[in-house]
Every structure is written in C-alpha cells, then in structure tokens.
C-alpha cells in the first residue's frame, strides 16, 4: 500500500477515536454511563488500530492489551506505558453492553459517572499517545 494511502488510513481510524471520545463524554453529561464506558473502550481501541494501520499492519480483535502486545517490539515499546489503561478499558468490553454480563443487573444500572468519567480519561491516555505516534 501506498505510503499516502497508509496515513489516510491511520488519520480515518483516528479521526473516528475521537468522535468516539467526544461521544462518550456527551454521553456521561446525559448520565448515560454504561454507553459511555464502551465508547471510550471503542475510542482507545480505533486509535490503536490507528496506529497499526499507520505502521502498514493489520491488527485483529478488540483487546486494547492484545493490541499493545502483539505490535513489533519496536513499535510496541512507545505504548508500553499504556497497558493499565488498556487492560482498563479491556473490562469494559462486554458488560457495559449486555444484560446478562452482569448478575441481576443491566449495564444502565451497574454503572456510575465515575467509572465512566475514568474509562474516558483512559481513552484520552490512549488517544493523546497515539497521536503523538501517528500525527507528524
């Protein structure tokens, strides 16, 4: 692919983490919390695929640790600081979405502002660091 065609890719993908970001915090100002964890796991997962799409890589799943981990080391290294974060926003995967994730509960009443508000500052981790990679 194209070296031009790989940026534009890289740029698409976060261009959309962003939204995703911007989205969850709308959401959690309308006291929206579950929906708000799942779009900040989906804004750190989009940047990191960013970042796999602007290395000409073709990444696979949606475990932000597995996608930290599985870069070449040289380029896993620079997100190595992130793996907390990831792993953070990993849990959130599934319950924040599916009623039956959690015991007696829907995500909508499992959920508070604070562990959205920290799922979206984690996004933001992801997303600066990515954009420091990815943007020249």
């Known amino acids: 692919m194209s070296a031009e065609r790989v940026r534009e890719d890289a740029d698409r993908w976060l261009r959309q983490a962003r ?48 996608l930290i981990r599985d870069l070449p080391d040289d380029l896993g290294a620079a997100l190595s600081g992130l793996r907390d974060s990831a792993l953070a926003l990993d849990k959130l995967y599934i319950p924040t979405r599916y009623p039956d994730a959690l015991a007696g509960l829907t995500p909508g009443e499992a959920f508070n502002r604070a562990e959205a508000q920290t799922a979206a500052g984690h996004a933001h981790a992801v997303i600066d660091r990515v954009s420091a990679l990815v943007e020249p």
Do not use: N
């Open 19 to 66: 939204d995703d970001l911007e989205a969850a915090e709308a959401l959690i100002a309308a006291g929206k919390f579950a929906q708000a964890a799942f779009l900040a796991q989906q804004a750190g997962e989009k940047a990191l695929k960013a970042h796999w799409f602007g290395q000409d890589l073709d990444p696979w799943g949606h475990s932000l640790t597995r």
